[in-house]
């Protein structure tokens, strides 16, 4: 059986581009694909970037517990199925789980040896500065944004691992550290 790594971190804060790197080099590991309500977007791909559900299906596998964690995020829901873990961790495979604080501390009390990794921003300035240069959310969705960071800083406390993502190739590198030992 393999190992399960959350990595959870702040909206903009890189954690999907340390992954996607840390990927380039290390083939051996999967990136767990989640269940989400919301449409698809161009150029995504079912079952690759999502399993794309109706709210129906979505809440009939809220009912069935099928989900190791599972939030609502502006008006859509997105979660992470028990059985697709599994699946991959039997399989013999090491699964990354790419999800929020909340979530990863719920994987960790159904999946106590799941190894939780918090990606922190050099900065809440440089988080901010890096939100707003995405270009892609309003004011008001960068201002939730923001005042999310103070749960998931105090969620953080209770993970493995902390990694602060000053530049890319460090996290990458602090993270092979991690995914590798362990």
Known sequence: MKKLFVI??????????????FLKKHPEFKLSVSCTTR?????????ENYFFL???EFQKCIENEEFLEWAEF????????????????????NLIL???????????????????????PPSIEELEARLRGRHTETEDAIQK???SIKLEIE?????????????VENAV????????KN
């Open 74 to 93: 502006s008006g859509n829901h997105y979660g992470t199925k028990k059985s697709f873990v599994e699946e991959y961790l039997k399989r013999g495979d």
């Open 155 to 167: 969620n953080s406390k209770k993970f493995d691992y902390t990694i602060v993502n000053d530049t």
């Open 39 to 47: 449409g698809m977007r161009a150029g995504e791909v079912h079952g």
């Open 8 to 21: 959870s971190g702040s909206s903009g804060v890189g954690k999907g581009t340390v992954i996607k790197e």
């Open 98 to 120: 790419e999800i929020d604080t909340k979530g990863a501390l719920n994987v960790k009390k159904l999946m106590p040896e799941a190894v939780l990794i918090f990606i922190a």
């Open 54 to 56: 109706s709210k129906e």
């Open 173 to 180: 590198c602090e993270l092979e550290k991690i995914l590798c």
């Open 145 to 147: 944004r923001l005042a």
